[in-house]
């Protein structure tokens, strides 16, 4: 009866993208003027710049973004909500995309803060192809979902200087032990660097 010695599972790091990819496709790629080509804009800058999951990006009402006191508001797992602070900048854009929602369905008023083209709430897959098809211009990582967005989120704050306990705020993590797979990235980073 021999004893088997299983191999120790290489922990998965998350996978992220580049900063330089995402700016890249956010300030220079055309998404178009009209009101598909801005929604599908601000969703992935809203997913970048907020890290929050697909089904909280879902469900986000109008009530829930701040433009001036430039916050977003999330409800995440077991209807805990969070607070997000935004850029100015970014907050510039999504002024840009109200209009345009509001200018496409004139009369119209739904609770939702992103609409589908029939000014619909949105549904996971709709999210899901819209990320994916725009992630495709500019990464070739195998998953180009909206979660992915999310470790870069949080990995471009670390790399930036955030401490894991804000980031775990801003994810909505319930410890701290979730939000630490990412200093792996960042030290796999400082790795390279440093053999450089």
């Known amino acids: 009866h021999e004893k088997v010695v299983l191999p120790k599972m290489k922990k998965r790091l998350p996978v992220f993208i580049e900063e330089d990819s995402l700016d890249k496709l956010l300030d220079n790629f055309d998404f178009g ?3 598909a080509g801005i929604r ?3 969703i992935i800058e809203m997913l970048y710049m907020t890290g929050m999951r697909r089904a909280e990006l879902i469900g986000l009402r109008d009530i829930d973004v701040d433009i ?3 916050t977003v508001k999330v409800t995440g797992k077991r209807n805990k909500q969070r607070i997000i602070p935004l850029l ?3 907050t510039l854009n999504l002024e840009k995309y109200i209009k345009a929602r509001n200018d496409a369905f004139p009369g119209f008023r739904t609770e939702w803060f ?6 619909n709430k949105l549904y996971d897959k709709y999210v899901y192809n819209t990320v994916r098809k725009y992630l495709s211009m500019v990464t070739t990582i195998e ?5 992915i967005l999310r470790h870069t989120f949080a990995t471009h704050m670390l790399n930036h200087g955030a401490d894991l306990n804000s980031i775990k705020e801003f994810l909505g993590h319930a410890n701290l032990s979730a939000t630490q ?3 792996h990235n960042s030290f796999e980073k400082l790795k390279k660097i440093y053999e450089q």
């Open 143 to 147: 998953k180009k979902s909206p979660h």
């Open 88 to 90: 100015k900048s970014f």
């Open 181 to 183: 797979i990412y200093t």
């Open 33 to 35: 003027d009209d009101f």
């Open 114 to 119: 992103f609409v589908s083209d029939k000014g």
């Open 68 to 70: 001036s006191g430039a």
């Open 40 to 42: 599908n804009r601000t």
